[in-house]
């Protein structure tokens, strides 16, 4: 429970990481796990409150975990050369220094963003999973 760097990185076979992660390394302030095959994260992975790195670029990922606003202290954000069509609302609440997402496929680059609206709660219930009309902005 005392690693706080932990890099797991250029491995084409991983495609997953395990929901445990988020209780066994709690002390985690710097997580890399670039350069493999990861299709999703999970969850838990919000649970790493002490975090203030992370590198999940050059994967797979088409989106973050929900829950990213639970990283407050997290100061750098590497998503590049993933699948990522939309990130969580939240993630616009961390206080970032360093944002990379470069090389994404976002539906649009003008509302990857943005909160949820009628307009949008489709594209958002990818996101946010069914919301009502009154969380649409209705």
Known sequence: RSVRDL??????RLQ??????????????????????LTSLPDELTQLVR???LDVSHNRLPSLPHGMRRLRL???????NNAIVHFPYDV???????????DNPFLDPQTE??????????????????????????
């Open 16 to 37: 997953s990481v395990s929901p445990s992660i988020g209780e066994l390394v709690e002390n985690l302030t710097h997580l890399e796990l670039h350069h493999n095959a």
């Open 51 to 53: 975090l203030t790195h």
């Open 74 to 80: 997290l100061r750098h954000l590497d998503v590049s």
């Open 7 to 12: 890099r797991i990185t250029n491995n084409v």
């Open 113 to 138: 963003l943005r909160p949820p609206v009628a307009a949008n709660a489709e594209q958002c219930a990818q996101c946010f999973g069914p919301m009502p009309l009154d969380a649409a902005g209705c």
């Open 92 to 102: 616009q609440e961390l206080e970032l220094d360093t944002f990379e997402a470069d």
